[in-house]
């Protein structure tokens, strides 16, 4: 697929191609065509796509904020989702997980032994030691931006401690292992090679994902790899990096009554945060928070 040069470039920067993403394509070429795996163009992004991202992301960051401020021992995952469902309506967003795909609520909120898609519920009521997950995204105007962080609940045993500070710890070694022109196995094995040291291990079923003007986009992200292996790292591609840590086994399940709340398979805590990230020409940077 050759665009004249002086064509408008396939992005839809408005500007020609020879002066927009020419010298890209032509890099990723020399890429394919020695069999490496390279990102399609649908999800690489252009500037206005960038300032779309970082708009949503604000308002995911001050909803992430506020949780911070107001989650205590007391205090039913209801009432989160409300925090977060009225603070991202006033902020001109849309809470992006409420009907996703049948899922029920705005927001995600997972604790101790649940991965991840916790569901908020009226019954379910946070108490002093727990960890929990609170995974927020946010659309405006039609772009996406995913975050989540852990939230400790008064005092909590030192061992759940450690497995919230090695999970964070696991994120930032896969966003800094993100190179442009690297690949994405670099993130996974960076990810697995911290966990594992540490004595935990990596959730392999559920993964990180690109992300735009949809939820879930190319490519999927593994939180476990191989250096050198996995789809080129390219500048202006989005993705999250979300590693789930788990302080036993890696396996987990689906609860067949909701279809959604992912458990530990052997009862262990779990811990997870998210960012949403920015590949650059010169590194990486995060969008969301
Ligand atoms: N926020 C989750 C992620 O990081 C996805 C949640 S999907 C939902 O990809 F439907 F459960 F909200
Ligand atoms: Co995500
Ligand atoms: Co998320």
Redesign the pocket.
């Known amino acids: 697929m050759t665009i004249d040069r002086n064509a408008p470039c396939w992005c839809g920067s408005g500007k020609k191609y020879k002066k927009c993403h020419l010298s890209l394509d032509e890099k990723i070429k020399t890429y394919e065509l020695k069999g490496y795996e390279v990102p399609p163009r649908e999800i690489i992004k252009n500037e206005a796509d960038i300032a779309g991202m970082k708009k949503a992301a604000v308002v995911n960051n001050g909803a992430l904020d506020l949780v911070g401020e107001k989650i205590c021992a007391g205090m039913s995952t209801e009432e989160i989702n409300q925090l977060v469902h009225n603070y991202t309506i006033e902020h001109g967003g849309i809470p992006a997980p409420l009907n996703y795909e049948g899922y029920p609520k705005s927001v995600?909120v997972s604790i101790n032994n649940v991965v991840c898609h916790g569901i908020p519920s009226e019954d379910t009521i946070l108490k002093e030691g727990d960890i929990v997950n609170v995974?927020?995204?946010t659309i405006v105007d039609g772009y996406f931006a995913?975050?989540?962080r852990m939230y400790m609940i008064g005092k909590v045993s030192e061992e759940a401690e450690r497995l919230v500070r090695v999970a964070k710890e696991c994120m930032e070694k896969g966003i800094q292992a993100i190179k442009p022109w690297g690949f994405l196995g670099d993130i996974g094995a960076a990810v697995q090679e911290h966990a594992e040291k540490n004595g935990y291990s990596i959730v392999i079923d559920l993964g990180g994902h690109g992300i735009g003007k949809i939820f879930h986009e190319e490519p999927f992200v593994p939180h476990v790899g191989v250096r050198g292996e996995g789809m080129l790292l390219v500048p202006g591609m989005t993705l999250?990096v979300?590693p789930m840590v788990n302080a036993g086994g890696y396996e987990v399940y689906i609860d067949e009554e909701d279809d959604w709340t992912v458990y530990t398979e052997d009862g262990s805590l779990s811990a997870q945060w998210?960012h949403t990230l920015l590949i650059t020409e010169t590194g990486v940077e995060i969008i969301a928070h």
Do not use: H, I, M, N
Request: net charge negative; with cysteine; aromatic share 0%.
């Open positions: 995600c995974d927020v995204t995913d975050a989540s999250t979300e998210e």
